[in-house]
């Protein structure tokens, strides 16, 4: 039997394999045997005709690809990295690449290339977290466990439909809630999630700031905060309180389109829930002001002093795998390696590790920014950007006049393929190993399950690859996956709170390492003077609002058994296919309002693009909202590129559209 972990989502489960079947790992701590559809299914999805089984490479995207080596291929981007200016390169990674890979890759990039345009599809999905937490906390850093579920009264959802997109958590809060656990769930829709809620409130998009405020306010006009904490640990409190003085409640309260009676049915669970644990997602982060709304979000726990004690705190839920490891790694642009920064020192002490002189002090191109810097070779890796940045027809473009673009994919029909040059065939799960972090730091190994099929080598050893072949051999000579591992833990000492060099690689697919403990247990924010910080932040309504021509907000999403694009999920011997791939949610007044009946075919469209669905006519969601799952590969036609100005995630969540019926 040989022991692994699902390399789907952040709550990363334990595995064992045996006989050829997978089954959850009953003495892991994460899942304690529980699995859902896709950790099951991991070894059905590399078995699909639909596999990059060879290096693939073609002069222009008119043309066809033509079958390559190796070599020739990795030749051709060695000479047209060497051509290039450095700042004109990108990595373009992902949060689902493991730990070892990022550490290839972002050595690759920052320390010998000498550039910082290394960062990851976290971009769009957890980097206003990883702003916010930085912010408040000083690092980013997870306050709190999982399992503090068990010990918590109130546990607060807010934007995040863990039905669907954290299952196994799900599970576990429906296990806590037998023994008394509260749970609200704030969303505009009344998802799955929403159905095991003792109140669900059902917000207008994009007005979490203004409900967080509203707690916020009565904290401290109820006196509930926690002054001796407040004291001790906590900056800004008079100014936080002076700014609350003003704010204009009645105004607030209507913006989220709760009635009083609604909020003031809340507000009681609250302010009698001696802990409570906030727990968010994309419906936070995904916005053009993503990193307020975690602010106003943590504000809320550092007032009452929930953090840092168990069954308390704000719990960001990461949504892929290993996120958080390519974050620990340094593998966002922002950031230079093991959590250090640009600043002088920091460079130092890398430069000294890695043995290189130049490393460059300006923060790299975002994934956000990549496509649109006129860049000369830009490396995708285990992501699909043209799938998954907004205002695709821009994108679309903006790929067009990169004149090197490589895939490294597991598979062969992701939407940025079609504007690729070459193609390296990637082993995915099952053909490789290495580690990945979850959600609350819990550091674990997949293992290699299944010969590596025949062409395809691991990311890692691809970036290595290529290092080599720029000349960097004496530097990029690794040969397994667990001396990449044992090098970046020696640089994690580099970095005073991070722990991760104590971890033991070959135990962790069964005794998972989880690091930063000691700061929980000290109880110490990472800011420098230790302590946390508070923000005053307001909503601004940048988001696109709803006009006459596009009276509708769309809000996209997940579906519990397809992953993303679904190139490992949608498949046709699999039977993770439960819910329609292409659907619209629409209210039933609305759909009435156009003659929109359940299962007619529609166009939905934005100032920007438009696509074909199929209307689901629901009482779930509010008016003047529709939803469409991300499994539609089309989504981002629709949507809106305006970003957060500090952590440069999009606003996914809230373009404007019209629908339209397909006659
Ligand atoms: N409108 C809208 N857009 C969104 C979102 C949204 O909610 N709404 N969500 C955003 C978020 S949070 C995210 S995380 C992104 C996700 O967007 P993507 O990361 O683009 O989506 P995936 O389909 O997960 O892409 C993973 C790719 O890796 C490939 N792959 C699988 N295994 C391997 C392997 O071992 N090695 C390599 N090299 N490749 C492999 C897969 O075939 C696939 O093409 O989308 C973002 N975009
Ligand atoms: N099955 C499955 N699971 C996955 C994934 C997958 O592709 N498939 N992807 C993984 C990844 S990368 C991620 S990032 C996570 C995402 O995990 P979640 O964020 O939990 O998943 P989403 O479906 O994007 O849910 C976002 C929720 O926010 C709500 N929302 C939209 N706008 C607002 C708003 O203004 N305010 C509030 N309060 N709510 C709002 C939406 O209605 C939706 O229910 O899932 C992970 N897990
Ligand atoms: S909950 Fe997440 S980690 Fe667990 S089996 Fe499902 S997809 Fe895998
Ligand atoms: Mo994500």
Not at 73 to 95: A, E, P
Not at 428 to 446: S, V
């Amino acid at each position: 039997m040989i022991k692994s972990v699902c390399g789907y989502c952040g709550v990363g489960c334990g595995l064992e394999f045996d006989e050829s079947k997978l089954l959850g790992d009953v003495a892991y701590p994460v899942n304690e045997g529980k699995v859902c559809s896709k950790g099951v299914s991991e070894l059905v999805s590399i078995q699909t005709p639909t596999r990059l089984l060879r290096p693939m490479m073609r002069d222009t995207i008119d043309s066809e690809f033509k079958i390559s080596s190796w070599e020739k291929s990795i030749q051709n981007i060695v000479s047209k990295i060497k051509q290039s200016k450095k700042d004109k390169v990108g990595f373009y990674l992902s949060g689902q690449l493991l730990t070892e890979d990022y550490y290839i890759a972002n050595k690759l990039g920052k320390g010998f290339l000498k550039t910082n345009n290394v960062d990851t599809n976290s971009r769009t999905c957890m980097s206003s977290a990883v702003v916010a937490y930085k912010k408040s906390l000083g690092a980013d850093f997870v306050p709190l466990r999982m399992k503090d579920i068990n010990k918590a009264n109130l546990l607060i959802l807010a934007g995040a439909n863990t039905a669907e997109a954290h299952v196994v958590f799900h599970n576990k809060i429906k296990k806590a809630k037998k023994q008394g656990l509260q749970v609200v769930v704030i969303d505009p829709r009344y998802t799955d999630t929403a159905k095991i809620a003792d109140i669900h409130l059902a917000v207008k998009p994009g007005s979490d700031i203004d409900l967080f405020n509203l707690i916020s306010k009565r904290i401290i006009d109820e006196c509930l905060v926690d002054e001796e904490f407040i004291n001790s640990h906590v900056n800004n409190y008079d100014l936080l309180v002076n700014k609350f003085k003003r704010v204009p409640v009645t105004k607030m309260l209507k913006r989220t389109g709760l009635t009083k009676e609604e909020f003031e049915k809340f507000w009681l669970l609250y302010k009698n829930s001696p802990n409570i644990i906030t727990a968010w997602t994309m419906g936070l982060n995904q916005s053009v002001q993503g990193v307020d709304k975690n602010l106003a979000l943590i504000n809320t726990h550092l007032l009452t002093g929930k953090i840092f004690k168990e069954g308390n705190g704000p719990l960001s839920l990461t949504g892929q795998p290993n996120a958080m490891g390519g974050r620990e790694v340094g593998g966002l642009s922002t950031m230079l390696a093991v959590h250090l920064g640009f600043d002088e020192e920091s460079i130092k002490k890398v430069e000294e590790f890695w043995g290189v002189k130049g490393i460059s002090n300006k923060p790299g191109l975002t994934a956000t920014q990549m496509l649109e810097a006129n860049l000369e070779v830009l490396i995708v890796c285990h992501t699909d950007p043209i799938y998954h940045l907004p205002n695709r027809n821009k994108m679309e473009e903006l790929i067009k006049e990169i004149p090197l673009v490589i895939e490294i994919n597991a598979y062969e029909n992701s939407e940025t393929s079609k504007f690729a040059h070459i193609k390296l065939p990637a082993a995915p799960w099952g053909e490789k190993e290495g580690t990945q972090t979850n959600l609350d730091r819990t550091i674990t190994k997949q293992e290699k399950l299944t010969r590596t099929s025949i062409d395809c080598k691991a990311d890692w050893e691809i970036f290595q690859l290529i290092a080599q072949g720029l000349g960097f051999k004496k530097d990029f000579n690794f040969s397994h996956p667990k001396e990449i591992f044992e090098e970046y833990q020696e640089m994690t000492k580099l970095n005073s709170y991070m722990d991760i060099y104590e971890a033991n690689y070959d135990e962790l697919n069964s005794e998972p390492f989880i690091w930063g403990e000691k700061i929980v247990e000290n109880k110490e924010f990472l800011t420098k003077n230790k302590k946390a910080n508070l923000f005053f932040v307001e909503n601004k309504l940048l988001s696109e609002k709803a006009s006459l021509e596009y009276p509708f907000i769309l809000l996209t999403g997940r579906t519990r058994d397809q992953w993303h694009s679904g190139t490992k999920t949608n498949l046709p011997r699999t039977l993770l296919k439960f819910k329609e791939l292409n659907f619209c949610e629409i209210n039933s007044e609305d759909a009435n309002s156009l003659d929109i009946k359940n299962g007619d075919e529609i166009i939905v469209k934005s100032k920007r693009g438009e696509l074909i669905s199929y209307a689901q006519v629901v009482e779930t969601i509010k008016k003047g909202t529709i939803f469409i799952p991300v499994s539609n590969r089309d989504m981002n036609y629709l949507t809106n590129d305006i970003y957060d100005k500090e952590s440069l995630e999009p606003d996914y969540n809230h373009s404007a559209v019209k629908i339209e019926k397909r006659i």
